[in-house]
Nanobody, 124 residues
Protein backbone atom coordinates (compact mmCIF):
# COMPACT_ATOMS: atom_id res chain seq x y z
CA UNK A 1 0.00 0.00 0.00
CA UNK A 2 1.30 3.44 -0.94
CA UNK A 3 -0.17 6.77 0.09
CA UNK A 4 0.72 9.83 -1.94
CA UNK A 5 0.46 13.51 -1.00
CA UNK A 6 1.23 16.25 -3.51
CA UNK A 7 2.36 19.77 -2.67
CA UNK A 8 3.89 22.80 -4.35
CA UNK A 9 1.04 23.99 -6.50
CA UNK A 10 -0.01 27.62 -6.65
CA UNK A 11 -0.44 30.68 -8.82
CA UNK A 12 2.39 31.71 -11.10
CA UNK A 13 2.77 34.10 -14.02
CA UNK A 14 3.38 32.93 -17.57
CA UNK A 15 7.04 32.03 -17.95
CA UNK A 16 7.45 31.29 -14.27
CA UNK A 17 8.47 28.11 -12.49
CA UNK A 18 7.10 25.79 -9.85
CA UNK A 19 8.35 22.57 -8.32
CA UNK A 20 5.78 20.01 -7.32
CA UNK A 21 6.59 17.38 -4.74
CA UNK A 22 4.95 14.07 -4.02
CA UNK A 23 5.57 12.47 -0.65
CA UNK A 24 5.00 8.73 -0.50
CA UNK A 25 4.46 6.52 2.48
CA UNK A 26 5.31 2.86 2.49
CA UNK A 27 8.50 0.88 2.68
CA UNK A 28 8.23 -0.33 -0.92
CA UNK A 29 8.18 3.10 -2.55
CA UNK A 30 11.44 2.48 -4.36
CA UNK A 31 9.93 -0.49 -6.21
CA UNK A 32 7.22 1.60 -7.92
CA UNK A 33 7.30 3.42 -11.19
CA UNK A 34 6.03 6.94 -10.52
CA UNK A 35 4.14 9.33 -12.72
CA UNK A 36 2.63 12.78 -12.84
CA UNK A 37 -0.72 13.39 -14.53
CA UNK A 38 -2.79 16.51 -14.87
CA UNK A 39 -6.42 17.36 -15.47
CA UNK A 40 -7.14 20.77 -16.94
CA UNK A 41 -10.58 22.30 -16.39
CA UNK A 42 -13.30 20.46 -18.33
CA UNK A 43 -10.79 18.06 -19.87
CA UNK A 44 -9.61 14.50 -19.42
CA UNK A 45 -6.71 13.52 -17.21
CA UNK A 46 -3.48 13.33 -19.19
CA UNK A 47 -0.03 11.94 -18.69
CA UNK A 48 2.73 14.45 -17.98
CA UNK A 49 5.86 12.53 -16.98
CA UNK A 50 7.05 9.22 -15.59
CA UNK A 51 10.14 7.82 -13.90
CA UNK A 52 11.17 4.21 -13.31
CA UNK A 53 11.88 2.81 -9.87
CA UNK A 54 15.61 3.57 -10.01
CA UNK A 55 15.18 7.00 -11.55
CA UNK A 56 17.28 5.87 -14.46
CA UNK A 57 14.63 6.27 -17.12
CA UNK A 58 12.28 9.18 -17.51
CA UNK A 59 9.60 9.99 -20.03
CA UNK A 60 7.88 13.30 -20.67
CA UNK A 61 4.83 14.12 -22.74
CA UNK A 62 5.55 16.12 -25.87
CA UNK A 63 3.57 19.06 -24.52
CA UNK A 64 6.00 19.51 -21.61
CA UNK A 65 9.24 18.16 -23.03
CA UNK A 66 12.09 20.62 -22.51
CA UNK A 67 10.13 22.53 -19.87
CA UNK A 68 9.24 19.97 -17.20
CA UNK A 69 11.53 17.46 -15.51
CA UNK A 70 10.55 14.53 -13.32
CA UNK A 71 12.92 13.12 -10.73
CA UNK A 72 12.82 11.04 -7.59
CA UNK A 73 14.70 10.60 -4.33
CA UNK A 74 14.12 7.09 -3.04
CA UNK A 75 15.96 7.79 0.20
CA UNK A 76 13.39 10.46 1.03
CA UNK A 77 10.35 8.80 -0.61
CA UNK A 78 9.85 11.85 -2.80
CA UNK A 79 9.04 12.48 -6.44
CA UNK A 80 9.42 15.89 -8.00
CA UNK A 81 8.13 17.69 -11.05
CA UNK A 82 10.17 20.77 -11.91
CA UNK A 83 8.07 22.99 -14.16
CA UNK A 84 9.72 25.86 -16.03
CA UNK A 85 8.46 28.26 -18.69
CA UNK A 86 4.90 27.73 -17.57
CA UNK A 87 2.09 28.57 -19.96
CA UNK A 88 -1.61 29.29 -19.33
CA UNK A 89 -2.46 25.91 -20.88
CA UNK A 90 -0.47 24.20 -18.10
CA UNK A 91 -3.19 25.20 -15.66
CA UNK A 92 -4.55 22.00 -14.15
CA UNK A 93 -4.91 19.82 -11.11
CA UNK A 94 -1.67 17.80 -10.97
CA UNK A 95 -1.70 14.27 -9.62
CA UNK A 96 1.07 11.97 -8.49
CA UNK A 97 0.60 8.26 -9.16
CA UNK A 98 2.39 4.98 -8.44
CA UNK A 99 2.50 1.93 -10.66
CA UNK A 100 3.74 -1.57 -9.99
CA UNK A 101 4.71 -1.87 -13.66
CA UNK A 102 8.37 -1.94 -14.51
CA UNK A 103 8.26 0.83 -17.08
CA UNK A 104 6.46 4.15 -17.36
CA UNK A 105 3.01 4.18 -18.86
CA UNK A 106 0.91 7.00 -20.26
CA UNK A 107 -2.31 5.22 -19.31
CA UNK A 108 -3.86 6.22 -16.02
CA UNK A 109 -5.37 2.76 -15.66
CA UNK A 110 -1.89 1.30 -15.26
CA UNK A 111 -1.35 3.18 -12.01
CA UNK A 112 -2.39 1.62 -8.72
CA UNK A 113 -2.26 4.54 -6.27
CA UNK A 114 -3.10 8.21 -6.61
CA UNK A 115 -2.77 11.36 -4.58
CA UNK A 116 -5.53 13.94 -4.29
CA UNK A 117 -3.78 16.49 -6.47
CA UNK A 118 -2.33 19.97 -6.23
CA UNK A 119 -3.65 22.89 -8.26
CA UNK A 120 -1.42 24.85 -10.62
CA UNK A 121 -2.72 28.12 -12.05
CA UNK A 122 -0.81 30.14 -14.63
CA UNK A 123 -1.86 33.73 -15.23
CA UNK A 124 -1.35 35.34 -18.62
Amino acid sequence: QVQLVESGGGLVQTGGSLRLSCAASGRTFSSYTMGWFRQPPVKYREFVAGVTWSGGLTYHADSVKGRFTISRDNAKNLVYLQMNSLKPEDKALYYCAASSRYSSSVYSGHYDYWGEGTLVTVSS
